[in-house]
C-alpha cells in the first residue's frame, strides 16, 4: 500500500514569501498521476498541478510543481493573500484507486 | 459553465441508507470516469470510488466495500452512490469529481454533500 506523507503539517508564513511543501511517497510512484490540489475552507478541492510538474488551466506560474520517484515538490514563489489554504498531494494506487497525503495547511504568521 | 451539483446528504442512524446524486451541467458526463471523494470533519480527502464512463467498470475504497454502490444515469447526465449500511465513520462530506484523462487527475469538483450518521 502505497502511503503519501506530506510536511510540514502547517506551514506559517507572510504574505510575499516563499513556501516549499513536500509530498513523499513510500514507494517510488509514478510522476504521471501525481497532483497537487488548492482547498480553502469550505470550499472544494481545486487542482493545481497534474502530472507532478504541469499547472492545470488557469493556475498562476507562481505556482511550481517538481520532483520524481518517491520525493515531490510543490511551491509557491510568492504568496498572496488567497493563497493561505490546505494543500494536498495525490497518487494513483492502482487498484482500486487513489490515496491522498493528509494534507499541508498553509497558515498567515 | 462546467459544473457539478451533489445532492441527496443528510442525517441518517447507524445502519441506515442514503443515495448521493451528483448532477453535471456544462459537459457531456457519458465522456468522463467520475469518482467520488469525501472529506470527514476537520480531516483530509478520502478516495470512495470510482466508475468508468459507460458504468460497467467500478472500484472501490476497502472501507466501503460491499456496503457502497456507484452508478450513473448518462442519459440523465447524474452520478449516484447509494450508501447502505451505514457507519458513524462514513460521516464526512462527499464531493464528486470528474477525472480527465488529459490531466490523469480530478479537474472538476462539485461542493460536496454533508452526510452524518447518527442516532
Known amino acids: 500500500e502505497i502511503v503519501l506523507t506530506q510536511s510540514p503539517g502547517t506551514l506559517s508564513l507572510s504574505p510575499g514569501e516563499r513556501a516549499t511543501l513536500s509530498c513523499r511517497a513510500s514507494?517510488?510512484?509514478?510522476?504521471?498521476?501525481l497532483a497537487w490540489y488548492q482547498q480553502k475552507a469550505g470550499q472544494a478541492p481545486r487542482l493545481l498541478i497534474y502530472?507532478?510538474?504541469s499547472r492545470a488551466t488557469g493556475i498562476p506560474d507562481r505556482f511550481t510543481g517538481s520532483g520524481s520517484g518517491a520525493d515531490f515538490t510543490l511551491t509557491i514563489s510568492r504568496l498572496e493573500p488567497e493563497d493561505f489554504a490546505v494543500y494536498y498531494c495525490q497518487q494513483y494506487v492502482g487498484s482500486p484507486g487513489w490515496t491522498f497525503g493528509q494534507g499541508t495547511k498553509v497558515e498567515v504568521k | 459553465e462546467v459544473q457539478l451539483v451533489e445532492s441527496g446528504g443528510g442525517l441518517v442512524q447507524p445502519g441506515g441508507s442514503l443515495r448521493l446524486s451528483c448532477a453535471a451541467s456544462g459537459f457531456t458526463l457519458s465522456s468522463y470516469w467520475m469518482d467520488w471523494v469525501r472529506q470527514a470533519p476537520g480531516k483530509g480527502l478520502v478516495w470512495v470510488s470510482r466508475i468508468n464512463s459507460d458504468g460497467y467498470t467500478t472500484s472501490y475504497a476497502d472501507s466501503v466495500k460491499g456496503r457502497f454502490t456507484i452508478s450513473r444515469d448518462n442519459a440523465k447526465n447524474t452520478l449516484y452512490l447509494q450508501m447502505n449500511s451505514l457507519r458513524a465513520e462514513d460521516t464526512a462530506v462527499y464531493y464528486c469529481a470528474r477525472f480527465d484523462f488529459g490531466y490523469d487527475a480530478f479537474d472538476i469538483w462539485g461542493q460536496g454533500t454533508m452526510v452524518t450518521v447518527s442516532s
Open positions: 514507494q517510488s510512484v509514478s510522476s504521471s498521476y
Open positions: 502530472g507532478a510538474s
